[in-house]
């Protein structure tokens, strides 16, 4: 079934951390970028702005947080510090924080409050904190910098309860005679897996990979299993935004397409004939994240206020990233005035509708199995399910079959693998029956946790999904039929 079974299994048997599974399991959550850049209309300050200027009357995070929630998000990242430096915490080894604006009596702390509301709405909390910062002196000075952000970062991961991810990019617009900081990922890294060892660290952080664009586009696959070299924190800073401008949430990128075919990573694994063969444990578990800004910039700029991205837009991102091994990262950015304008929020509620209708299509089917048990991936969608399907070891072409009460159109299947098991499947074909007969509908190579295939609508009494190619005997989590809409 498998053609180098070796090299297959080397590849099979790179597995996620706990923390990676309940990551992937988040499938959506949110980006809230707001701070002094907000109340200057701004992508980039240049940490000089007065902190009187920062004064939201009417931030409400209980509005933020409600938001996000219609749309199914189930986390939110809050930009706790952007590049400019300004603090949305009292820090204590800092001035430049909401402790010296006028906001809220210079009593306030946004990052408290966002994490009050994201628990209270029964949303996790994530924080990020630019390594990059522009007011403070320290900045360039080696390690004085260093134990700068590290206090910075040890504030926020011990005052505001659990956090579920640590989101560090490493955007520098200063250019080559700007001040230069060689980061010290591994502390700051060291500092996350004492204090919140339950966080993942994205982007510029071993745990999530970024996409390589702002613009919400994916990979036509989407491998979790990469080569190590790809978790090189000072190359993603390299292809980060460097310019302040909100062209960069808009930029795609075509290269590097492929990262994890076994074409990519030929001569990645011992024994595969390559002059200089890469150990196992070269490659890495390195799942994706697709991000991007519901509006051209990050943050909020009054003149922005018509381009907001519509539902439709943002739903076929999300089913190409939720639906193509990624989680998605959706940025929604709150104005002046604290509030979520009322064209964002309609958009996410009608988003939020989408997601709903596009999972409550589920046709109900009877599942049957090439070999072995079916266990409940018939019915594990959305979600996980208890019991994944594995077939016998010896199964030729490993398949299931969806059986319907009476034909029914369609325009979707989901896959998914228990990826505890890692990822295995290299190939997978989903075909119809209509009138005794097998259509192909869509194929795919790259499933892991999600794939979401979808066709022109088609009108069948059966779904078979065969997978004619994988790594290691293939085990499955959930196979779900989705009805096209009335």
């Known amino acids: 079934m498998i053609a180098g079974a070796s090299a297959g299994r080397a590849l099979a048997a790179v597995r996620p951390s706990k923390r990676q599974l309940a990551?992937?399991?988040?499938?959506?959550?949110?980006?809230?970028?707001?701070?002094?850049?907000?109340?200057?209309?701004?992508?980039?300050?240049?940490?000089?702005?007065?902190?009187?200027?920062?004064?939201?009357?009417?931030?409400?995070?209980?509005?933020?947080?409600?938001?996000?929630?219609?749309?199914?998000?189930?986390?939110?990242?809050?930009?706790?510090?952007?590049?400019d430096g300004?603090?949305?915490?009292?820090?204590?080894?800092?001035?430049?924080?909401?402790?010296?604006?006028?906001?809220?009596?210079?009593?306030?702390?946004?990052?408290?409050?966002?994490?009050?509301?994201?628990?209270?709405?029964g949303l996790r909390f994530g924080i990020y904190l630019s390594p990059w910062d522009r007011a403070e002196a320290s900045y360039g000075s080696g390690t004085a910098y260093d134990d700068f952000y590290v206090a910075q970062l040890t504030e926020l991961l011990t005052r505001y309860g659990p956090v579920f991810s640590v989101w560090l990019d490493g955007a520098n617009g200063e250019g080559p005679d700007g001040k230069r900081q060689v980061y010290d990922w591994e502390r700051y890294y060291a500092v996350v897996r004492e204090l919140q060892p339950d966080?993942?660290?994205?982007?510029?952080?071993?745990?999530?990979?970024?996409?390589?664009?702002?613009a919400g586009d994916t990979r036509p696959d989407e491998w979790s299993v990469v080569p190590r070299a790809l978790r090189d924190a000072e190359r993603i800073a390299e292809r980060s935004q460097q310019a302040d401008d909100g062209a960069f949430a808009r930029l795609v990128r075509s290269d590097d397409r492929d990262l994890g075919s076994r074409a990519a990573l030929a001569g990645h694994f011992e024994g595969s004939g390559a002059p200089e063969p890469i150990r196992a444990d070269d490659l890495i578990w390195y799942p994706a994240e697709v991000n991007t800004s519901i509006r051209p910039g990050w943050f909020h700029h009054p003149g922005e206020d018509a381009s907001v991205r519509s539902a439709d837009e943002l739903f076929?991102?999300?089913?190409?990233?939720?639906?193509?091994?990624?989680c998605f990262l959706l940025n929604v950015?709150?104005?002046?005035?604290?509030?979520?304008?009322?064209?964002?929020?309609?958009?996410?509620?009608?988003?939020?509708?989408?997601?709903?209708?596009?999972?409550?299509?589920?046709?109900?089917?009877?599942?049957?199995?090439?070999?072995?048990?079916?266990?409940?991936?018939?019915?594990?969608?959305?979600?996980?399910?208890?019991?994944?399907?594995?077939?016998?070891?010896?199964?030729?072409?490993?398949?299931?079959?969806?059986?319907?009460?009476?034909?029914?159109?369609?325009?979707?299947?989901?896959?998914?693998?228990?990826?505890?098991?890692?990822?295995?499947?290299?190939?997978?074909?989903?075909?119809?029956?209509?009138?005794?007969r097998w259509t192909t509908l869509a194929e795919a190579n790259a499933v892991?946790?999600?794939?979401?295939?979808?066709?022109?609508?088609?009108?069948?009494?059966?779904?078979?999904?065969?997978?004619?190619?994988?790594?290691?005997?293939?085990?499955?989590?959930?196979?779900?039929a989705i009805g096209a809409a009335s």
């Open 86 to 121: 300004f603090c949305l915490w009292p820090s204590d080894v800092t001035t430049y924080t909401v402790a010296s604006s006028p906001w809220r009596g210079g009593k306030g702390d946004v990052v408290a409050e966002v994490a009050g509301a994201a628990r209270r709405h």
């Open 316 to 326: 076929a991102i999300y089913l190409r990233a939720v639906g193509g091994n990624s």
């Open 333 to 436: 950015p709150p104005a002046r005035d604290g509030r979520l304008r009322d064209a964002d929020v309609a958009v996410l509620e009608r988003l939020g509708r989408r997601i709903e209708d596009f999972r409550a299509r589920r046709v109900e089917a009877t599942a049957t199995v090439s070999s072995g048990a079916p266990g409940d991936v018939a019915t594990a969608w959305p979600g996980t399910g208890r019991t994944p399907w594995r077939p016998d070891d010896a199964d030729p072409l490993p398949a299931v079959t969806l059986a319907f009460a009476r034909p029914r159109r369609v325009e979707a299947v989901a896959v998914g693998e228990d990826i505890t098991q890692g990822q295995r499947i290299e190939h997978v074909v989903v075909r119809g029956r209509r009138d005794g």
């Open 23 to 83: 990551w992937q399991a988040m499938e959506f959550y949110g980006f809230i970028h707001f701070g002094m850049n907000t109340m200057t209309d701004r992508e980039w300050g240049d940490g000089r702005d007065d902190p009187a200027v920062f004064d939201p009357a009417g931030l409400d995070a209980d509005q933020w947080i409600t938001a996000l929630k219609a749309a199914g998000m189930t986390g939110v990242i809050l930009t706790c510090k952007h590049h």
């Open 448 to 480: 892991g946790y999600q794939r979401i295939l979808t066709f022109p609508p088609a009108e069948v009494d059966a779904v078979l999904v065969e997978v004619p190619e994988a790594r290691d005997t293939p085990v499955v989590a959930r196979v779900a």
């Open 199 to 214: 966080a993942v660290i994205s982007v510029c952080g071993p745990d999530v990979r970024w996409c390589g664009n702002e």
